[in-house]
């Protein structure tokens, strides 16, 4: 019999990604091929974004691009899963009505039997957690949660090749910072089981994968509560992780909240050796008036004391942030708050956001989205360019460091993304002077990207690299033989 063909597209964060490897792994199981051409597929399926409307318009101009093909051929399904799905709902249906299927990303152990009705019956299927659903409780049982299963189903085999993998520690957020609708879309905080967690890295570990990057929106906020007295909280499961799986080469995390970032999860940090020092720790504005707004419930100086806190604990501790310019109200005096935060703070690397209003949030309710968009446009050059400086200056001064270089594959050119949970921003990535066969690309564990020259067989190898020349996005250097 003939396996039914399956293309999935995935938009946005690194929850997607684990979201989209996971619902993969159910269709295989399922008897699903897997193909990496749309036209040859007889299921489509578009994993969303909706963070920032740019990102929702990617996936609406796939769907009009499928128009004429399901017209012709009706027998296809097409389906639309993640966040977009579960934020437009039945408008969705209503403005593509060849949509077969829309699935939030809280219902997606649910997709493979969609799939297999809408084959059968034609008709639409859906499946969204909706307003009323969207509070779970936040001390729900992980192991009772069908989502869990849908974790704990990730198959793995050393045949896969892989190097990199993520493992979810939390789900959904309990922040509702007002311009977001991670909140809405995926639900609320809920913590996986410690030994859960652990089993699946350790499984991975098996496998040969030798970077693993653990997942939640305010990471270490994680505490599991046993139910017996005993909770289990973030930097405790950093050190298990650290303890039970020992062949695991590089452990790391995303996002951090930088409130209550407590000094025993940088302490866990200092001393396990194996734990990559790199805190991405989004500082969203530098304006306390603008924080308040945003409801993110720090005061900028509490954000740089977090900062100094963490390079006390670690000097070579590599810092990310996220940043939001052209918020509602904000003022070229404010927006200058932010420029001498990055200054003060001079991350390794930043993902800067133009201000995107999003339906169902307190911003877009509340506050007119009055900075207007040229203005927004230049304070995003500015503050990338205040940011690029510092990179070249901190780049700069790894020439003539030697550096442990997790292997990627070979060099070429393309965009960077990164950021917890939905932050993607294109920076570009530049080309050395005189590209050749054989550039490969890594990363070190402070995330710096390297380039240098080497066999395409080193993929998934951990070296040593030596920099001898820095750009303001990337690390060059030779080979240590
Ligand atoms: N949980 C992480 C945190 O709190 O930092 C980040 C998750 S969020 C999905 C990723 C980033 O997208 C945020 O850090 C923020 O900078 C950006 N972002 C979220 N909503 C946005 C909006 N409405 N407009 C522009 N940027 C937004
Ligand atoms: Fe939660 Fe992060 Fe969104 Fe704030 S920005 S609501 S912490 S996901």
Redo the contacts with the bound molecule.
């Keep these: 019999m003939m396996r039914a063909k399956l293309y999935l597209e995935t938009f946005g ?1 690194q929850m997607n990604v684990l979201d989209s490897e996971l619902v993969l792994g159910q269709f295989c199981a399922c008897g699903y091929e897997p193909v990496g051409e749309r036209d040859q597929a007889d299921v489509i399926l578009y994993n969303t974004c909706s ?2 409307e740019h990102a929702e318009q990617k996936v609406w101009s796939r769907l009009g691009e499928l128009r004429e093909r399901k017209t012709a051929d009706p027998g296809l399904v097409i389906g639309v899963i993640g966040c977009l799905a579960e934020r437009d709902g039945a408008n969705l249906f209503r403005r593509y009505p060849y949509v077969d299927i829309l699935c939030g990303p809280s219902e997606l152990d649910k997709l493979p039997g969609m799939v297999r009705n809408a084959t059968v019956t034609s008709g639409r299927q859906s499946a969204l957690m909706g307003r009323s659903g969207s509070r779970r409780s936040s001390t729900l049982d992980a192991a009772e949660d069908k989502l869990e299963m849908l974790d704990l189903s990730r198959s793995v085999s050393p045949s896969d090749e892989r190097t990199q993998a993520y493992v979810r520690i939390t789900r959904g ?1 309990n ?1 509702f ?1 007002t ?4 909140p809405y879309t995926r639900g609320a905080e809920v913590h996986r089981p410690p030994q859960n967690v652990i089993d699946e890295v350790r499984k991975l570990a098996d496998a040969g994968v030798t970077e693993v990057t653990l997942l939640g ?2 990471i270490n906020h994680y505490a599991y509560d046993h139910g017996d007295g005993r909770v289990t909280t973030f930097a405790g499961l950093l050190y298990q992780i650290h303890e039970a799986v020992p062949h695991l080469a590089r452990l790391r995390f995303v ?1 951090s ?1 930088p409130r209550d970032f407590t000094n025993d999860a940088l302490a866990a940090m200092r001393d396990c050796p194996r734990i990559c020092r790199y805190l991405h720790a ?1 500082a ?1 504005h530098g304006s306390d008036r603008v924080l308040r707004l945003m409801n993110r419930g720090y005061a900028a100086g509490q954000y740089v004391e977090f900062i100094d806190r963490a390079r006390e604990y670690m000097p070579d501790v590599c810092i990310a942030s ?3 310019v052209g918020f509602p109200t904000e003022t070229d005096e404010e927006y200058a708050q932010t420029a001498d935060l990055l200054r003060r703070c001079r991350f390794k690397n930043s ?1 800067i ?6 339906p169902g ?1 307190v911003a877009m309710d509340r506050f007119a989205d009055d900075v207007p968009e040229s203005v927004k446009r230049s304070r995003n050059n500015d503050l990338l360019g205040v940011q690029q400086e510092i990179c070249g200056e901190e780049n700069r001064k790894m020439i003539g460091k030697k550096v442990e270089v997790l292997v990627e594959g070979q060099s070429k050119l393309v965009s960077r993304k990164g ?5 993607t921003v294109e920076l570009g990535w530049e080309k050395p002077a005189a590209a050749t066969q054989g550039q490969l690309v890594g990363r070190t564990r402070g995330d710096q990207v390297v380039v240098f020259d080497g066999p395409a067989s080193l993929k998934g190898k951990l070296i040593d690299v030596a920099i001898v020349d820095a750009k303001s996005l990337t690390l060059f250097g030779h080979r240590e033989e």
């Design positions: 964060c963070v920032r957020c922040k910072c311009y977001c609708v991670v929106q305010t996002t909240f989004p969203q996220d940043f939001i993902f956001f133009k201000y995107s209003p999003r949030t950021g917890g949970g939905g932050a």
